[in-house]
């Protein structure tokens, strides 16, 4: 596509001025309206691409996290989220975003829109806009992509996932040397069945369709084989970190339990991995949003770790609620 036919494009970055001039799906486009850089990526730079009123999105990946670059990394990995959203597209299309390009030389991905006529499930989250509702939509569809992967067992990583997974557990549990947690890694280190899963199925992640009826999953990268209970019980943790204040945060959990419908998971695993995973947004170096400053995130980190002690077979959902919002009763 020429310089002349771009309307309305603002001054970019060379190396996507050479994306544009190159890539052969862009020379499909009629026109291009508008580029703008995506506020809010973690590992990749993101543009919005408008183009006679359709969205597509090109991430790139460089050598450093692009929101944090004293973190670095390999920039041929985004050939993992490719490998990824391949497989997750297949077996169901309508929850993922669609390849339109992929470049393995120079890191990049374009992709269709995860939000084309919605919002980021995080966004809603703020907002105090999530319904039981959409939650029990979300946990339902998340058990419906469970199923349809659960024949996936093609690693995503050339060497295997295994190493990939170990790390994974480690910097989300691992490193805060808590017995109890610590006791979680090598638990679910051993286990036999695994079977591709999301990885981070964070708020950040989902785009809120149709008025909370369709989900659409991005940002792939972590995705590997691993058990499906850490997709469950990660996204369990999130409700209740923006669950701090609500009235309804059983309802907001047990909307989601019951839409996601598993009844073989062992639930005191399900409530480390949801309370490891407010423990590891708390202190991780990549910020989450909590409206906590650093006295009441202290004091939550407190209530995490004092419920972790406890014999969390003879802790139900509301008991916990109760002692991260109020303390022990």
Not at 33 to 47: K, L, Q, S, Y
Request: charged share 25%.
């Amino acid at each position: 596509m020429s310089k002349e036919s771009r309307v309305g494009v603002q001054i970019i970055p060379a190396d996507v001025e050479t994306i544009l001039d190159y890539e052969p799906f862009i020379a499909t486009l009629p026109k291009i309206d508008e580029i703008t850089p995506v506020v809010g990526g973690v590992a990749h730079r993101v543009f919005q691409i408008m183009s006679d009123s359709s969205k597509y999105y090109l991430k790139i990946r460089g050598d450093r996290f692009a929101s944090v670059p004293e973190i670095m990394c390999n920039p041929e990995d985004i050939i993992f989220e490719y490998r990824a959203l391949s497989a997750f597209h297949q077996i169901a299309p309508d929850n993922f975003p669609q390849i339109f390009a992929f470049n393995k030389d120079r890191h990049y991905l374009i992709l269709s829109d995860a939000m084309p006529n919605g919002e980021k499930m995080e966004d809603l989250f703020l907002k105090r806009e999530v319904t039981p509702k959409m939650l029990f939509n979300l946990g339902r569809t998340l058990a419906q992509i469970h199923e349809a992967s659960s024949s996936c067992h093609e690693a995503v990583r050339p060497d295997g996932d295994d190493e990939y997974y170990q790390t994974v557990l480690g910097h989300r549990f691992g490193y805060r040397r808590n017995p109890v947690l610590d006791n979680l890694v090598q638990s679910l280190s051993t286990l036999g069945y695994k079977q591709l899963i999301l990885g981070d199925v964070s708020p950040k992640n989902i785009g809120v369709n149709n008025d909370g009826e369709l989900f659409i999953f991005f940002d792939l990268e972590t995705a590997h084989q691993g058990d499906r209970v850490f997709d469950y019980a990660y996204f369990l943790g999130h409700i209740l970190i923006h669950s701090l204040v609500s009235q309804d945060a059983i309802l907001a959990v047990e909307s989601y339990v019951q839409g996601y419908d598993q009844q073989n998971f062992d639930e005191s695993v399900v409530k480390k991995i949801a309370l490891g995973t407010m423990l590891y947004r708390l202190r991780s170096i990549i910020s989450y949003p909590t409206g906590l400053d650093a006295e009441q995130t202290a004091l939550l980190e407190q209530k995490i770790e004092s419920i972790l002690l406890q014999d969390l077979s003879r802790s139900d959902w509301l008991k916990i609620i109760t002692i991260i919002q109020h303390g022990q009763k």
